[in-house]
């Protein structure tokens, strides 16, 4: 069964503390593997998509990779506003042709000035 | 500019009331989709349309039955209101099937 899982649950930074939030997926064959980000009361808002392992994508202070396996997505010297919940979702090769996305449950990040 | 809109924002309504949500996107994508997301933040796809049509239901209970009446929109219309319906209701267009999603602000449907 395709399932994606997210750790840790929450992570609290201090400003400027850099860190990594993980993406563990297990997929029969994976198309796309993409970021968004969800503040409290709105929609996700997309962030990344990633296609194949070894690439990297990175937007101001955040950098997402992706292996076989897992992807991280980096976020360096954080500030207050990038607190947020951060999902992954993944695209079986098999969903292609319907653009259905497996999400993990998420991580909220908290960064405290 | 909105990029996709849904109406209401907040819905609460009793038991067995039927109750609708509209969607529209004006980024001229093909493809539109709701989601559910439940207490715990889960989101979990319900329906995706490409063209008009129906190429996803996730094994969702029949009394939830959407409608796109053109490409720009997708309205989701629950019949039978039931406790366990209360969630975040999530809007979604992309550009293809294989292509990044955007999200709509979300109807939070609250059941008593």
């Given at each position: 069964?395709d399932q994606?899982?997210?750790?840790?649950e929450?992570?609290?930074?201090?400003e400027?503390?850099?860190?990594s939030l993980?993406?563990s997926?297990t997929?029969?064959?994976?198309?796309g593997?993409?970021?968004?980000r969800?503040?409290?009361g709105?929609g996700?808002?997309?962030?990344?998509t990633?296609y194949?392992a070894?690439?990297?994508?990175?937007k101001?202070?955040l950098?997402a990779t992706?292996?076989?396996?897992?992807?991280?997505?980096?976020i360096?010297?954080p500030?207050?506003?990038d607190?947020?919940t951060?999902l992954?979702?993944?695209?079986?090769y098999?969903?292609s042709?319907?653009?259905?996305?497996?999400?993990?449950q998420?991580?909220?990040?908290?960064?405290?000035p | 500019?909105?990029?996709?809109?849904?109406?209401?924002k907040?819905l609460v309504?009793?038991?067995g009331?039927?109750?609708?949500?509209?969607?529209?996107?004006?980024l001229?994508h093909?493809?539109?989709?709701?989601?559910?997301q439940?207490?715990k933040?889960?989101?979990?796809?319900?329906?995706?349309?490409?063209?008009?049509?129906l190429?996803?239901?996730?094994?969702?209970?029949?009394?939830?039955?959407p409608?796109?009446p053109?490409?720009?929109?997708?309205?989701?219309?629950?019949?039978?209101?039931?406790?366990?319906?209360?969630?975040?209701?999530?809007?979604?267009?992309?550009?293809?099937?294989?292509?990044?999603?955007?999200?709509g602000?979300?109807?939070r449907l609250?059941v008593?």
């Amino acid at each position: 069964e395709d399932q994606v899982t997210q750790s840790p649950e929450a992570l609290r930074l201090q400003e400027g503390e850099s860190s990594s939030l993980n993406c563990s997926y297990t997929v029969s064959g994976l198309r796309g593997l993409f970021w968004y980000r969800q503040d409290p009361g709105k929609g996700p808002e997309f962030l990344f998509t990633l296609y194949s392992a070894g690439e990297e994508k990175e937007k101001e202070r955040l950098k997402a990779t992706l292996t076989k396996k897992e992807s991280f997505l980096h976020i360096t010297a954080p500030k207050p506003e990038d607190s947020a919940t951060y999902l992954c979702a993944v695209q079986p090769y098999g969903s292609s042709n319907t653009g259905k996305l497996i999400f993990g449950q998420g991580t909220t990040l908290q960064v405290k000035p | 500019d909105t990029a996709v809109s849904q109406t209401p924002k907040y819905l609460v309504t009793q038991m067995g009331n039927d109750k609708s949500i509209k969607c529209e996107q004006n980024l001229g994508h093909d493809t539109m989709y709701w989601y559910k997301q439940d207490s715990k933040k889960f989101l979990k796809i319900m329906f995706s349309y490409n063209n008009k049509e129906l190429i996803i239901n996730e094994t969702v209970p029949n009394r939830f039955s959407p409608k796109s009446p053109d490409k720009a929109h997708l309205n989701l219309h629950i019949n039978s209101l039931e406790l366990g319906d209360s969630a975040v209701y999530f809007c979604a267009s992309s550009p293809g099937t294989r292509r990044e999603q955007y999200f709509g602000p979300g109807t939070r449907l609250t059941v008593t």
